[in-house]
């Protein structure tokens, strides 16, 4: 396993919660990261990527606003602050490492894959 994931648990709609994913191996410190997230019987749905040197983020619209993308390479992490967490939020977290240098919302430009971790919004 070359990306681990943690940081999920059980909130109310409103709490805050924060992701972490930390890179086994140096080869991927500088890759595009990204998070993932997926219910059962779905589609893997892109919330957010941060370019190499973090300069660079995108979005998907439905967290603009109340999720934070941030890395650091020193410490091979990546991390994902979620705030006003919602009942739709809810799903399995995961993180992803891509060598392209463009961020992509699709999950085919991502070769590597956290094990993933579980988010729960009531409401």
């Known amino acids: 396993v070359q990306l681990q994931a943690s940081g999920g648990g059980s909130v109310q709609a409103g709490a805050s919660l924060r992701l972490s994913c930390v890179g086994v191996?140096?080869?991927?410190?500088?890759?595009?990261k990204a998070w993932f997230r997926q219910l059962p019987g779905k589609e893997r749905e892109f919330v957010a990527a941060i370019s190499g040197h973090g300069r660079n983020t995108l979005y998907a619209d439905s967290v603009k606003g109340r999720f934070t993308i941030s890395r650091d390479n020193a410490e091979n992490t990546v991390g994902l602050q979620m705030n006003s967490l919602k009942p739709e939020d809810t799903a399995v977290y995961y993180c992803?490492?891509?060598?392209?240098?463009?961020?992509?919302?699709?999950?085919?430009?991502?070769?590597?894959w956290g094990q993933g971790t579980l988010v729960t919004v009531s409401s």
């Open positions: 191996g140096r080869t991927l410190t500088m890759y595009t």
């Open positions: 992803a490492a891509s060598r392209e240098f463009t961020l992509s919302e699709s999950s085919y430009e991502y070769d590597n």
